[in-house]
């Protein structure tokens, strides 16, 4: 049995649909697009497969000790980095107050704690002030059905280099309304980060999904790449190995990473 509860927030009326076990979160504008999911037995599993391959980062680094959420929406990533890095302190940043609010009461949202932290800000505002350093930063921000143009600007992208650790890395969650424009986004971001990128997608999903590293990677075979892949896979419990046959697919060998 269903129950939908309808409330407003500065991005517009949302809607939180229960199905079971799972609270999805949906703007009455988009109502075919969910914004965020949670399993409330589960609430650490991702059910959303972009945000699954979103993860596929976690295969080129180590395990990030200081983590940028840029984009709250429900919290699927809060929940998932609490659970599996509890050691970890997390940085959430997102502008909708009212949303957090909504997202605290119905969606099963964490409170701030010693090793979590919200900033209510526009995340460009963020970037431009930030003096910390982290080692993942995740870039996950809409403006409706797109990502928002700064996003893709080179002040931005400059800007989110300078906030990463000698160790860091980001990845995006995008949607890009043109081939175009991605092709100039995507060289861009391999110039800033001197070509150590890589692109994928999902099939069910028009996402994007881009890592960047301010760093050097190891040398890794692609036999050694699948064992990574494989141990990611039994400690996260998410599809690492699929992930890593997409990334082969898309990515040329000896591209920056792979």
Known sequence: MSKDIKTSTQQGEVLIKQQGDILKMVFSSEPDATQSAINQKKPQQLLMENLKYLMGILLFMQPPKNILIL??????????????????HITAIDYDSELLEIAHQRMLLPKADDRLSYVIQDARVYIEKNQQQFDLIIVDIFNGSQSPDWTQDKSFTEQLKCCLSTQGAVAYNMLINSEKSFNTFYKLLRKTFAGHTL?????????????????????????????????????????????????????????GII
Not at 71 to 85: D, E, K, P, T, Y
Not at 226 to 244: G, N, R, T, V
């Open 199 to 255: 692109c994928l997608e999902t099939e069910d999903y028009e996402n994007l999904l881009l890592y960047a590293l301010n760093f050097e990677p190891e040398s890794r075979s692609m036999m050694q790449n699948l064992e990574k892949a494989q141990q990611a896979q039994d400690k996260y419990q998410l599809p690492f190995s699929q992930i890593l046959s997409v990334i082969y697919d898309i990515n040329p060998v000896d591209s």
């Open 71 to 88: 984009g709250v929406g429900a919290g699927s990533l809060i929940q998932f980095f609490r659970h599996h890095h509890p050691d970890s």
